[in-house]
């Protein structure tokens, strides 16, 4: 058991250590810091925005990661550029359809029926926090997926 385990570790490191980047400037460093800790898999699985990225990178240098401030810019570009928020399907709370609001907020549909009342009777959300008018839903759901949620 001990050497099957081991083994497996000696297969899936190098595919982990290889992780195809895109191209761009960046890159290398991106590839050099990122896979110091842990594999550089893990530090590009999020897809967030700018701002994100940056809550990201300074978790990280409060890890430890040390960094030039011109070689933290150009992470953080490559980052925000490769991958962005924008992969992440989004809603708009004030028109999606009830079938939208529940699969893509993950709600109930006796929860979107409240939502949907709501925005008929108030006219539109302007911003994260009218959504804590709809009372049928934890406010908490909306922040883990405001990402996710645009008011137009
Ligand atoms: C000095 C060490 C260090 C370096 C360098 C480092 N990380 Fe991390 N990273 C950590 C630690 C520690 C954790 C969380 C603890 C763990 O492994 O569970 C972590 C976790 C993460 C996570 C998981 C989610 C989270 O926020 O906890 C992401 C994403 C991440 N790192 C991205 C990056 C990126 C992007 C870079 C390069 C810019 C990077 N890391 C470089 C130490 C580091």
């Avoid at 978790?59 to 962005?84: C, N, Q, R, W």
Wanted: glycine share 4%.
């Amino acid at each position: 058991m001990k050497t099957a385990v081991s083994l497996l570790a000696a297969f899936a490191f190098p595919a982990l250590l290889s992780a195809q980047l895109p191209e761009g400037p960046g890159k290398e460093e991106t590839m050099k810091q990122c896979r110091t800790c842990h594999e550089v898999a893990r530090s590009i699985s999020p897809r967030q925005d700018r701002d994100g990225w940056i809550g990201t990178m300074n978790k990280m240098v409060a890890f430890g990661m040390k960094t030039s401030d011109a070689e933290y810019a150009l992470i953080l570009d490559y980052l925000a550029k490769h991958y962005p928020a924008e992969d992440v399907p989004r809603v708009n709370v004030n028109t999606a359809s009830a079938a939208e609001l529940e699969s893509i907020l993950n709600l109930r549909r006796s929860q979107v029926k409240e939502l949907i009342a709501y925005r008929e009777k108030n006219g539109a959300f302007k911003k994260l926090e009218d959504l804590k008018n709809v009372t049928a839903i934890d406010f908490a759901k909306f922040e883990a997926k405001k990402d996710r949620i645009l008011f137009q």
